[in-house]
């Protein structure tokens, strides 16, 4: 079954301990793509990749970190986590063609205390 | 920054009935992607239907149908025969730059009612 997997689905941690969220997709999809929900706000994208060891910022991209070691896998690190960061955390996949819809994981519930 | 707008916050409709959320955008590029995202309350961003902007034809899924007018930036989404499961919210977004990024609006919670 084509899918997006993220681990884990939800998580409370305290300030300054750093974590990671895993991603991982297994379509064999070049472009990979953090997001973070916030009520009122939508979507909005942290960082993407448009393939193995390349990746670049979105537009909310302060405070978080990414690698693309693999075509499928695309974790996301928080450092030093803090409270603004808690979100709710989609990561997506696509082929690279424009015009072909992302798949998105089932998100990721944060809360950083 | 070039935004998605989505203007209606909250809807509801009666079971059965038809509804439409309205989409609007910003964009400066003369190709690019358009697309509806539901996202029920279990979380998950479900693809309802899309649109390539070069197309003019309105892409039509089932009981989901768009009203794309391109000159407008205006891109809404029809429901027709609502059903109970289409209780969500639905995401606009728009591919930016020719390339994947996605651009999404704030959303529509929508409420069908029996």
């Known amino acids: 079954e084509a899918q997006v997997t993220q681990n884990p689905r939800y998580l409370i941690t305290v300030t300054g301990k750093k974590l990671t969220v895993t991603c991982s997709q297994n379509m064999n999809h070049e472009y990979m793509s953090w997001y973070r929900q916030d009520p009122g706000l939508g979507l909005r994208q942290i960082y993407y990749?448009?393939?193995?060891?390349?990746?670049d910022k979105g537009d909310v991209p302060e405070g978080y970190k990414v690698s693309r070691k693999e075509k499928r896998n695309f974790p996301l690190i928080l450092e030093s986590p803090s409270p603004n960061q808690t979100s709710l955390y989609f990561c997506?996949?696509?082929?690279?063609?424009?015009?072909?819809?992302?798949?998105f994981g089932d998100g990721t519930r944060l809360s950083i205390l | 920054a070039q935004t998605v707008t989505q203007s209606q916050p909250e809807m509801s409709v009666q079971e059965a009935e038809t509804v439409t959320l309205s989409c609007t955008y910003d964009?400066?590029?003369?190709?690019?992607?358009l697309f509806w995202y539901k996202q029920p309350p279990s979380r998950q961003m479900i693809l309802v239907i899309r649109?390539?902007?070069?197309?003019?034809q309105n892409a039509t899924e089932n009981r989901f149908s768009v009203n794309f007018q391109k000159a407008a930036k205006s891109f809404s989404l029809k429901i027709s025969d609502s059903q109970l499961g289409d209780t969500a919210m639905y995401f606009c977004?728009?591919?930016?730059?020719?390339?994947?990024?996605?651009?999404f609006g704030k959303g529509t919670k929508l409420t069908v009612n029996p």
């Open positions: 990749s448009m393939n193995v060891e390349v990746t």
């Open positions: 997506a996949s696509s082929p690279q063609r424009g015009n072909q819809p992302q798949h």
């Open positions: 964009t400066s590029e003369s190709n690019y992607y």
């Open positions: 977004a728009r591919t930016q730059g020719g390339s994947e990024k996605l651009v």
């Open positions: 649109q390539e902007a070069y197309k003019q």
